[in-house]
Structure formats: C-alpha cells, structure tokens
Antibody, heavy 123, light 107 residues
Framework: QLQLQESGPGLVKPSETLSLTCTVS??????????WGWIRQAPGKGLEWIGS???????YYNPSLKSRVTISVDTSKNQLSLKLSSMTAADTALYYC???????????????WGQGTLVTVSS | DIQMTQSPSSLSASVGDRVTITCRTS??????LNWYHQKPGKAPKLLIY???SLQGGVPSRFSGSGSGTDFTLTISSLQPEDFATYYC?????????FGQGTKVEIK
C-alpha cells in the first residue's frame, strides 16, 4: 500500500524559506505512470494546489506562488521536496503531498495523500 | 484561472437521504473534474475522477455526472461515515483549482 509522509519544521519565521519533505513508501517515486504534487490548506479554508512534478522532471507551479516555489524529487531517497521562500503569515497552512494519477492523456487526480504537516509562520 | 463554484456551501441531511452537490466551472473543462471528501483532521480522499468514474474502493452509492461546465456528485443513500466536506477539482488547466467545499452535516 502506497504511503506518503510529510516532514519539516512546524514553525517558520517570516521571510524565511520553508523546506518540506515527503517520503514515499510502498512504491517508487520514479514511476513513469504517476507523478507528484503539493497542496495546502489554510486553517478552516479550502484546498490550494501549489505545484506538481512529472517523472521527466517537468514542473508546474501555481502562478500565484511560482516566484517562490521549487518542487523537486530525490529518487535515491524516494522523496519529494517543497521549498517556499519569503514566507508570510498568509502561508500558514496544512501542507499535503500527494500522488497524481493521469487519465485520458490530459486529466489527472490526486489518488494518494499524505496526512499533512502544519506549518505556522510566526516570529 | 478556472473558477469553481460549488453549491450549496453546506447542507443538513439525514442518514438514508439522497444528497446532490453541484460544481460549476467558469469555462468548459470537458470531463476533467474530480471529487474528494475530507473528514475533520484527515487528508482529502478521492471519490470520483473524470467526472463520473468511481475510484477503486469507493462505495457505489457515490456517483458523478456532468461535462463541460456543470457537474454533480450524488450520494444515493447517505451513511454516517459520509458526513464530511466535499470538494470538486479541475485538472483541465494550470493552475489546478478546487471548489470552496460543501459541508454535509447531520440533520
């Protein structure tokens, strides 16, 4: 059974860079049939897609965050990572990593999710 | 960005009720529409993908329909474990976007 587990600091200071890791077990992160993404959820709010990375290394980012986001994969460790720079209070959220499954050549869906990790931005 | 509008924002229903949630998109997304539900303190769970395809392991009381800009999630007979917040999501364009959620509560 595929499992995803996010890890990282629970508290980040304003202006700092957030670094999160998602460890994948029960499957390979280098599969060419799936890819990976990050989604966040501010307290009491809805879901916001941050970005995705394909097995080719191609990344897609939410334009609202693009200047601050980097998503990468470490295949040797079977890990996905997220870096988000210039953090502000508005970035306080529960951060999820998830696997994407493609369908119909263009569509995809998040079929496996980590449990999420809460990141608070505060001095 | 493609705007996703779910309705209602919340609803109260009883066990055994038929429940329908709608999702309208600001432009045609063909059938690139997925549905999730999220229970408090848990990650979202995929229910329906490609507008009408049931994710493996999801009970058959869940069904989805629609194409273009109007989509529907139906729960044929609401069960206690179905009380949750439901989200639609489009994967037609970048950025992928989610609806604001529909909270299904116990009447």
């Amino acid at each position: 059974q595929l499992q995803l587990q996010e890890s990282g600091p629970g508290l980040v200071k304003p202006s700092e860079t957030l670094s999160l890791t998602c460890t994948v077990s029960g499957g390979s992160i280098s599969s060419n049939t799936h890819y990976w993404g990050w989604i966040r959820q501010a307290p009491g709010k809805g879901l916001e897609w941050i970005g995705s990375i394909y097995y080719s290394g191609t990344t897609y980012y939410n334009p609202s965050l693009k200047s601050r986001v980097t998503i990468s994969v470490d295949t040797s460790k079977n890990q996905l990572s997220l870096k988000l720079s210039s953090m502000t209070a508005a970035d306080t959220a529960l951060y999820y990593c998830a696997r994407l499954r493609q369908y119909q050549l263009r569509g995809d869906c998040f079929d496996y999710w980590g449990q999420g990790t809460l990141v608070t931005v505060s001095s | 960005d493609i705007q996703m509008t779910q309705s209602p924002s919340s609803l109260s229903a009883s066990v055994g009720d038929r429940v329908t949630i709608t999702c309208r998109t600001s432009q045609n997304i063909n059938n690139f529409l997925n549905w999730y539900h999220q229970k408090p303190g848990k990650a979202p769970k995929l229910l329906i993908y490609a507008a009408s395809s049931l994710q493996g392991g999801v009970p058959s009381r869940f069904s989805g329909s629609g194409s273009g800009t109007d989509f529907t999630l139906t729960i044929s007979s609401l069960q206690p474990e179905d009380f949750a917040t439901y989200y639609c999501q489009q994967s037609y364009n970048i950025p992928q976007t989610f609806g604001q959620g529909t909270k299904v509560e116990i009447k």
